[in-house]
């Protein structure tokens, strides 16, 4: 009853910067909690940054004070403002939502970001 589209991903060279964004239509309003993951070729998906109804945030700590996490009510949309790209973020990255029972998890297409030397 979710759906989260994800967006902004690209190539850019090392030190440059990029937003992501992921819009959720549906039953927006069961939603608890979203975040943001991303996978690397052979590697698993981990916890990018999440960030809570109530806006509390957590953030992995290869991206702590290069990323940050925001969202517009409005628009049912959670960004990620990735600043000081590295080649080792490059990634697909996923948006994810949490149902409000903690039952249910949602999870986007992904979008790939690709950082050049």
């Known amino acids: 009853q979710v759906q989260l589209i994800e967006s902004g991903g690209g190539l850019v060279q090392a030190g440059g910067s990029l937003r992501l964004s992921c819009a959720a239509s549906?039953?927006?309003?069961?939603?608890?909690?979203m975040g943001w993951y991303r996978q690397a070729p052979g590697k698993q998906r981990d916890l990018v940054a999440t960030?809570?109804?109530?806006?509390?945030?957590k953030y992995a700590d290869s991206v702590k004070g290069r990323f940050t996490i925001s969202r517009d009510n409005a628009k049912n949309t959670v960004y990620l403002h990735m600043n000081s790209l590295k080649p080792e973020d490059t990634a697909v990255y996923y948006c994810?939502?949490?149902?409000?029972?903690?039952?249910?998890?949602?999870w986007g297409q992904g979008t790939q970001v690709t950082v050049s030397s």
């Open positions: 549906g039953s927006i309003f069961s939603i608890s909690a």
């Open positions: 960030f809570t109804r109530e806006g509390s945030t």
């Open positions: 994810n939502a949490i149902r409000s029972d903690s039952l249910r998890v949602w």
